[in-house]
């Protein structure tokens, strides 16, 4: 707070003062000394330095969000968040279930109420796959857009995109492509699709993702993105976690966190980078800030500036989405959300 600012302004004034009066008394051990001058600079510099490094906060200013409140799930792992219009979207496995297999399930979100009790009853379940029981396999990525749900399994015997209409009486489903590697994450906009998979140093785009209404996606239409630009530092690395967000593909790979521009042509054009951020896993947008989450932090930073705003101390946690109100985070096994800290 400014309080702080004026306290230590006030002690250092309060030392310098002293030093001041100290040096005068003991004049004639420093005949050539002129210690206002001194005085004067070093405690213009010392403010300089007190104002850079303790913040000002304001109504406006940044505070870590608040939490309000968590879930602990029974009998299933949460292994997939989205957020998109006014509901949750959650991958859930069964692991108790004959055979064990994930569902997606859909949740309400109220404006006072998280969509967090996701051990109660769901607004909607959605379910696909060639079985009889039409239940998925192992769902590790949720990307939803409009009245489409896009779904990242990465069974062995299925390593695939699928796509659910789910406005429809009867929520129907494709297969819409086979990826070449397990997936970790997926993002989505207008013309392309980005996939990340686990322990490869590239994401693959895949054209045109919503012109797909039956036939899965040819070959031809995938391509796999190594790089960004010349040199070294314009490759990616270990991308995980995507997100896109206002046009803008956010990556997180390695140390940083990316951020790129659609071009005409369907290039990456970089626009800024986050960092440092050790091992960065997911993102999410929340209140103009971008959310990384770690293996023991979620970092704050603000999403024009990629100034670094704060952090929460949460361990385990490697999911999170965002919807207007609340920023919601999980583990494998507990679901948490926060709202901005107003105090």
């Known amino acids: 707070m400014i309080v702080l600012q004026l306290f230590w302004l006030f002690v250092i004034v309060a030392c310098l003062t002293f030093f001041f009066v100290f040096v005068n008394k003991t004049k ?3 005949s050539t000394w002129r210690p206002f001058p001194v005085f004067a600079a070093v405690t213009i510099l010392l403010n300089l330095c007190l104002y850079a490094l303790v913040p000002v906060y304001s109504n406006n200013a ?4 608040k939490l309000v409140k968590c879930t602990e799930t ?8 989205s957020f998109s219009g006014s509901f949750l979207y959650a991958s859930l496995y069964f692991h108790n279930s004959v055979p064990a297999r994930t569902h997606i399930f859909e949740y309400k979100e109220h404006d006072t109420v998280p969509a967090i009790d996701i051990n109660d009853a769901a607004q909607n379940e959605f379910r696909y796959g060639n079985s009889s029981l039409q239940a998925n396999e192992y769902t590790v990525g949720l990307a939803v857009i409009g009245n489409y749900i896009f779904a990242a399994d990465d069974d062995p015997s299925t390593i695939a995109i699928y796509v659910i209409e789910k406005n429809l009486e009867a929520p129907s489903s494709h297969r819409f492509a086979t990826l070449k590697h397990l997936p970790a994450s997926i993002a989505v906009s207008a013309k392309y699709m980005y996939t990340s998979g686990t322990n490869y140093n590239h994401i693959s785009q895949i054209k045109r993702p919503l012109n797909h209404s039956i036939s899965e996606v040819a070959e031809n239409e995938e391509r796999d993105i190594f790089s960004f630009g010349a040199g070294g530092l314009n490759t990616f690395t270990n991308p995980r976690g995507l997100l896109f967000h206002d046009n803008v593909l956010y990556v997180c790979d390695n140390n940083r966190v990316l951020a790129f521009m ?3 042509a369907g290039h990456l054009i970089l626009l800024k980078v986050f960092a440092p951020i050790h ?3 997911s993102l999410a947008v929340y209140k103009n800030t971008l959310a990384v989450t770690t293996r023991y932090y979620i970092f704050f930073y603000n999403l024009h ?18 919807s207007r109100n609340y920023l919601y985070v999980a583990d494998h096994s507990k679901i948490c959300a926060y709202t901005q800290n107003s105090e």
């Not at 940044?62 to 969000?65: E, L």
């Not at 990629?306 to 965002?322: H, K, V």
């Open 28 to 30: 004639s051990m420093f």
């Open 62 to 65: 940044w505070q870590n969000p």
């Open 74 to 81: 029974s009998s299933r792992n949460i292994l997939a968040l």
């Open 262 to 264: 659609e071009s005409t």
């Open 279 to 281: 091992e960065p896993i």
């Open 305 to 322: 500036t990629t100034i670094y705003l704060g952090s929460i101390t949460q361990l385990g946690s490697f999911l999170i989405t965002a």
